[in-house]
Structures are given as structure tokens and as C-alpha cells.
């Protein structure tokens, strides 16, 4: 019972930042983890981060480490992740994700996520 509506997406240059934004409705979204992934062109789903209820767990793919960062504010129903020292590679349509299990659990190809969002798309030209 939850709505998820990504934004912030868009074209930029290598070494640019952005900030996606996930706006969830129709339920209190501290009920659940959250995560991004992201799908490339002519690629598989991949995982990008996640993070806990409380937002004290994160975790990230080896590839943005360091460069990307996933955060909440539960009391505005939202989920951001954070891109600094954007790459071509980056380029993807990028979800968000909320699940109803542990932070742990929220595997890498997104399998059993209960909710998805229709994506953003990032465009980051070299």
C-alpha cells in the first residue's frame, strides 16, 4: 500500500551532482527499508544503496561508494540519494524501492522488493 514517484533525474555533465528525491504515499514510509537501483542500458537491474528504518544502516555498491549518498526524512515521506562526482557509467534509469524486511535482506537484484517506484532517468555525458 505504498506510492512511490521518483524526481531530480536529468542531464549533466561528468563531475556534476544531483539529488534524486522518492516521495512515498499511502503509508508511513518508517515502516520500511528503502533502496535505490538502477538499470542501465542493455543491463540487468543493479542495486545502488539502502538503507535501515532509522536510517542508521546504509550500505552502497563498491561502484558509488564514497561518491553517492542514500538518506530518509521519514516525517516528509521521503528518500534521497545524494550523486556527487557523477560518471558516464552512472547513466541509468534510477528506482526506488521500499521493502518489508530487514536492510539485510533487500537483495542486490531487487528481488521481493514489495514496492517500486517508475523510475528517474540520469543522464551523465563525458
Known amino acids: 500500500q505504498v506510492q512511490l514517484v521518483e524526481s531530480g533525474g536529468g542531464l549533466v555533465q561528468a563531475g556534476d551532482s544531483l539529488r534524486l528525491s522518492c516521495a512515498a504515499s499511502?503509508?508511513?514510509?518508517?515502516?520500511?527499508?528503502m533502496g535505490w537501483f538502477r538499470q542501465a542500458p542493455g543491463k540487468e537491474r543493479e542495486f545502488v544503496a539502502k538503507?535501515?528504518?532509522?536510517?542508521?544502516?546504509?550500505s552502497y555498491t563498491n561502484s558509488v561508494k564514497g561518491r553517492f549518498t542514500i538518506s530518509r526524512d521519514n516525517a516528509k515521506n521521503t528518500l534521497y540519494l545524494q550523486m556527487n562526482s557523477l560518471k558516464p557509467e552512472d547513466t541509468a534509469v534510477y528506482y526506488c524501492?521500499?521493502?518489508?524486511?530487514?536492510?539485510?535482506?533487500?537483495?542486490?537484484?531487487?528481488?521481493?522488493?514489495?514496492?517500486w517506484g517508475k523510475g528517474t532517468l540520469v543522464t551523465v555525458s563525458s
Open positions: 524501492a521500499a521493502d518489508s524486511r530487514t536492510v539485510q535482506a533487500m537483495p542486490a537484484d531487487g528481488s521481493g522488493v514489495d514496492y
Open positions: 499511502g503509508r508511513t514510509v518508517s515502516l520500511y527499508v
Open positions: 538503507i535501515s528504518r532509522s536510517g542508521v544502516i546504509t
